[in-house]
């Protein structure tokens, strides 16, 4: 089926909805949730195959929904990440690369010219809560942000009715902004969850069609957990069970919980069947995927962490959720990436992206509707991350260097601009990237070479320049 015939099927069956919906004298547009988790990785939900993790909420969206198994974010690590799902675009159009330089200390040990990176998202930049307010949408963003420094590109800026950031490093006397007076026994998760449901309540008695973009802090470290579910997977993962696993267990307890809370709200309030809910991760979690490693289990099966290209930092959970339009129980195998969301979401509510911005992404409607069972029509998906970590300097090499990846079909090759080499994976049959094929398969390496040189060039990605002042 072309593209054309798709996309008029899909606006025909919104329009017919829509006007279901007026008959029965209900507000005809249809809200948007779309709640974020912070470095969750792809198995740290019971949907996804968690055995210690407790997600009833989460696993309902996906037992009544659609669950992705090849989501991806669009970069390893938050600011990129975020930054494309707001934008639509990828980070070589943004500009924010990665959250900071923390190598410029050791500048001198990379072989090529580090790439400028920006911390702002360009207020030029029309943002998804900018082109769905031009649908008549109502739009909040609560938690998050780490698209922008100051008042100057704060979420109100970018199209945000409402917008409360919460500035991070702690989940117990936490800050907010703007400033507000907070308890320090509050959690950040229930904070944000309570300003959530009174926007919702707000909307409702506005009749107002929504978008709420709630983008938690859980579970970034530092690992702060409520005493109440540090007591309860303590008994359940008895008195010896890991710290680190004990905490992050009861942290994405919590996240479920907020979940919970929403879903409870639209029931109560009549919404849920005009709602549609997106669950997603900004990257992966912290693991090494090695055995030893207590967090490995929230990347399971794959190998790597956040701030790999390897797919324990980009592969992610997605579940999206709409009663009678989303068929319940399915499970789509079509790789999707986080600028999909913005024309996903423009198209749900009945508009068409602005002419003006190039949008990276594709609309998922041929895959959740009507029976998630069409593909995209694009040929690849990319990332681009030029971030140095952990140096080490017994050995005078960096553990993780610049990398750029490539996923066509069932191949994906990982290109080390530092460090001169390519990694090629065939994921369908070696999902945890044990066998690097780039020897064994050089025509598919020099194919999928060539693409992702043609799309760096394209999208204005910045060239990788020898370092005059390399020392080994």
């Not at 990785?41 to 309902?60: K, V």
């Not at 920006?118 to 780490?146: M, P, Q, V």
């Not at 990347?299 to 992610?316: A, C, H, Q, S, T």
């Not at 999928?448 to 020392?471: C, E, F, I, M, S």
Request: glycine fraction near 8%; aromatic fraction near 12%.
């Amino acid at each position: 089926m072309n593209r054309l015939r798709k996309t008029s099927i899909q606006l025909f069956g919104c329009a017919l909805a829509a006007l279901c919906m007026q008959a029965a004298g209900v507000q005809a547009k249809p809200n948007i949730v779309f709640v974020l988790a912070d470095d969750l990785g792809y198995g740290g939900l019971g949907c996804y195959g968690s055995t210690f993790a407790e997600t009833p909420n989460i696993d309902r969206l996906a037992r009544e929904g659609m669950r992705f198994t090849q989501g991806y974010a669009c970069a390893p690590n938050c600011a990129p990440s975020r930054a494309a799902i707001v934008s639509g675009q990828y980070p070589t159009r943004t500009g924010i690369l990665r959250v900071q330089d923390r190598f410029k200390s050791q500048k001198n040990h990379i072989k090529v010219v580090y790439p400028k990176n920006k911390h702002d998202l360009d207020l030029s930049t029309i943002t998804i809560a900018e082109a769905l307010k031009k649908e008549g949408y109502r739009t909040a963003f609560l938690g998050k942000w780490h698209m922008g420094h100051g008042e100057e590109f704060h979420a109100s800026r970018q199209g945000f009715d409402l917008a409360i950031e919460s500035a991070g490093k702690k989940h117990f006397g936490f800050k907010t902004i703007p400033k507000t007076d907070i308890p320090k026994d509050v959690y950040l998760a229930d904070y944000l969850t309570d300003r959530s449901l009174e926007f919702i309540d707000a909307c409702r008695k506005d009749d107002e069609p929504f978008f709420l973009y709630l983008a938690h802090y859980a579970i970034h470290i530092p690992l702060e957990a409520k005493k109440e579910y540090l007591d309860r997977f303590r008994e359940k993962l008895g008195a010896d069970a890991n710290p680190v696993v004990l905490k992050a267990a009861a942290m994405t307890a919590s996240l479920d919980d907020s979940v919970g809370r929403l879903i409870a709200k639209l029931e109560s309030t009549g919404q849920l069947e005009n709602t549609l809910f997106v669950f997603s991760s900004d990257n992966g979690g912290y693991a090494s995927g090695g055995k030893k490693d207590p967090l490995s289990a929230f990347n399971v099966p794959f190998r790597g962490m956040k701030k790999d290209l390897y797919e324990g930092g980009i592969r992610v959970p997605y579940i999206f959720h709409w009663p009678g339009k989303i068929k319940p129980g399915t499970v789509c195998e079509e790789p999707i990436i986080g600028v999909d969301l913005y024309p996903t979401f423009v198209e749900f509510a009945g508009g068409k992206p602005e002419t003006s911005q190039i949008l990276d992404g594709e609309s998922l409607w041929p895959c959740l509707l009507p029976n998630g069972n069409e593909t995209l029509e694009r040929d690849a998906i990319y990332w681009f991350f030029p971030n140095w970590t952990m140096f080490n300097e017994d050995k005078g090499e960096w553990f993780q260097g610049w990398r750029n990846a490539i996923r066509q079909g069932d191949y994906k090759l990982i290109e080390h601009v530092d460090g001169g080499k390519v990694e090629l994976y065939n994921l369908s049959a070696d999902p945890g990237e044990e066998n690097d094929l780039s020897q064994s398969n050089p025509e598919k390496t020099a194919v999928l070479q060539r693409k992702l040189a043609d799309w760096k060039k394209h999208t204005g990605a910045p060239a990788a320049v020898p370092n005059p002042n390399y020392t080994p």
